[in-house]
């Protein structure tokens, strides 16, 4: 009933830009939170970036001055903005919404942690 849908991933040589967006769909009453978590092979998912309703954002610090996320309230929708781009940024990006209500098939009132299936980012030469 709901679902967010992840786009702009792709393969990119080192030093380029990526631009992720995802957009948050359905019956949807308010996000507390939105942002991007990755994980590479063999590693455990971490945050990349997160912004809260208000604004309030947080990165991790291995992509800070790198990495711009943005959101737009009004459209339920996040943008990650990834400059200089590294190898090490080689990951599966995931999106994720936190505390999401929406009003499911009864009408009734929902909160859930809901994220994206995930789209593929690839930094190499």
């Known amino acids: 009933q709901v679902q967010l849908v992840e786009s702009g991933g792709g393969l990119v040589q080192p030093g380029g830009s990526l631009r992720l967006s995802c957009a948050a769909s359905?019956?949807?009453?308010?996000?507390?939170?939105m942002g991007w978590y990755r994980q590479a092979p063999g590693k455990q998912r971490e945050l990349v970036a997160t912004?809260?309703?208000?604004?309030?954002?947080k990165y991790a610090d291995s992509v800070k001055g790198r990495f711009t996320v943005s959101r737009d309230n009004d459209k339920n929708t996040v943008h990650l903005q990834m400059n200089s781009l590294e190898p090490e940024d080689t990951a599966v990006y995931y999106c994720?919404?936190?505390?999401?209500?929406?009003?499911?098939?009864?009408?009734?009132?929902?909160?859930?942690?809901?994220w994206g299936q995930g789209t593929q980012v690839t930094v190499s030469s």
């Open positions: 994720n919404a936190d505390r999401l209500r929406y009003f499911d098939y009864r009408g009734w009132l929902v909160e859930d942690d809901v």
């Open positions: 359905g019956r949807i009453s308010s996000i507390n939170g």
């Open positions: 912004i809260s309703s208000g604004g309030s954002i």
